[in-house]
């Protein structure tokens, strides 16, 4: 069976849950008190998709303002970003937009974007309504899903429908591209986790 590296990177807005859905995925455990990142951590973790084995370089880069000029260096190159925001805080979804411009102007041309809107359990603290995320994410030919790293609630399913957009490998060495392509505007070491 193949075995493909998929580098994937998660960006957002400091404590949006990035790490813990970085650790629900790849450990199945989840924190409540889990430190902010900084900088950058990293993970792996080997999926069976189809007749490949996707193995996930997954990067969790920190949402702090300060670390923000270092994500460049982790989406370069990524098949894929996931963008997290939390449900419970607008200006978090406000400034996922921003991310999703700078992965147009600087991002790999190819790369596959999921929209994550996190914290899905708490439902009662709504402040990002569904629909108006799921149709931002339309616009732009992105993933959609809402997932809760506490609950384990769509954590698998990002990294499934990521699988889903990567082009599909042929025997004679090219590449059919099946998915997305996000346009551009003019012109190992292992973290310890939870």
């Given at each position: 069976m193949a075995l493909r590296e998929l580098k994937v990177c998660l960006l957002g807005d400091t404590g949006v849950g990035k790490s813990s859905i970085v650790c629900r995925f790849v450990e199945d455990s989840f924190d409540p008190n889990i430190n902010p990142t900084i900088g950058a951590s990293f993970m792996t973790k080997t999926v069976q998709y189809q007749n490949e084995l996707h193995k996930?370089?997954?990067?969790?880069?920190?949402?702090?303002?300060?670390?923000?000029?270092?994500?460049?260096?982790?989406?370069?190159?990524?098949?894929?970003?996931?963008?997290?925001?939390?449900?419970?805080?607008?200006?978090?979804?406000?400034?996922?937009?921003?991310?999703v411009k700078e992965l147009r102007q600087h991002g790999p041309p190819n790369i596959v974007v999921a929209i994550a809107g996190n914290k899905c359990d708490l439902l009662d603290a709504r402040e990002v309504p569904e629909k108006d995320a799921k149709d931002y994410a339309d616009s732009i030919h992105a993933i959609f899903v809402e997932t809760s790293a506490k609950n384990a609630i769509n954590i698998n399913e990002v990294f499934v429908e990521i699988s889903k957009r990567i082009p599909v490998a042929e025997a004679a060495g090219g590449t059919?591209?099946?998915?997305?392509?996000?346009?551009?505007?003019a012109s190992e070491s292992r973290r310890a986790c939870c």
């Amino acid at each position: 069976m193949a075995l493909r590296e998929l580098k994937v990177c998660l960006l957002g807005d400091t404590g949006v849950g990035k790490s813990s859905i970085v650790c629900r995925f790849v450990e199945d455990s989840f924190d409540p008190n889990i430190n902010p990142t900084i900088g950058a951590s990293f993970m792996t973790k080997t999926v069976q998709y189809q007749n490949e084995l996707h193995k996930f370089l997954i990067w969790d880069t920190a949402g702090q303002e300060r670390f923000r000029a270092l994500a460049p260096m982790y989406y370069r190159g990524s098949a894929a970003a996931i963008i997290v925001y939390d449900i419970t805080k607008e200006e978090s979804f406000q400034t996922l937009k921003n991310w999703v411009k700078e992965l147009r102007q600087h991002g790999p041309p190819n790369i596959v974007v999921a929209i994550a809107g996190n914290k899905c359990d708490l439902l009662d603290a709504r402040e990002v309504p569904e629909k108006d995320a799921k149709d931002y994410a339309d616009s732009i030919h992105a993933i959609f899903v809402e997932t809760s790293a506490k609950n384990a609630i769509n954590i698998n399913e990002v990294f499934v429908e990521i699988s889903k957009r990567i082009p599909v490998a042929e025997a004679a060495g090219g590449t059919s591209v099946k998915g997305f392509k996000l346009g551009r505007q003019a012109s190992e070491s292992r973290r310890a986790c939870c």
